[in-house]
């Protein structure tokens, strides 16, 4: 069940791709969430995660709580534009990108504003 208010947002997800990257050492893990549709880049080096896992993804203004089980890094919000039937929100985890689809956008539906310096946490269950 989604955790949705301004400032942070909290869904269960499921991993259901782990694909190479364009440059060397590169994943781009690919989950399904409940209304949300999301790609990030990991390096392989620290991956931590495994195709079809069941897992919580967490943005938030405020720092979170994690383990060494969990991948949290943070960044800022720096795009939302249309995406064919959806809202693309992108996030810079200063270098790795986060790629967000959604109904609303995180930005046009007051969760988060352009520029909002986010942690993005993704915490195995």
Do not use: W
Request: proline share 2%; glycine share 6%.
């Amino acid at each position: 069940m989604a955790l949705q208010a301004e400032g942070k947002l909290e869904v269960e997800c499921k991993i259901t791709s782990i694909d190479k990257g364009s440059l060397k050492g590169l994943l781009i893990v690919k989950m399904s969430c409940e209304n949300y549709q999301v790609e990030f880049d990991i390096l392989d080096s620290i991956n931590i995660f495994r195709n079809e896992e069941n897992v919580k993804m967490e943005i938030s203004r405020e720092k979170p709580t994690y383990t060494s089980n969990d991948f949290c890094a943070h960044g800022y919000i720096f795009y939302e534009k249309p995406d064919g039937d959806k809202i693309l929100d992108q996030i810079s985890l200063y270098g790795l990108i986060v790629k967000i689809y959604s109904e609303k956008g995180l930005i046009s539906n007051k969760i988060f504003n352009m520029m909002d310096h986010v942690y993005f946490c993704v915490k195995k269950t």
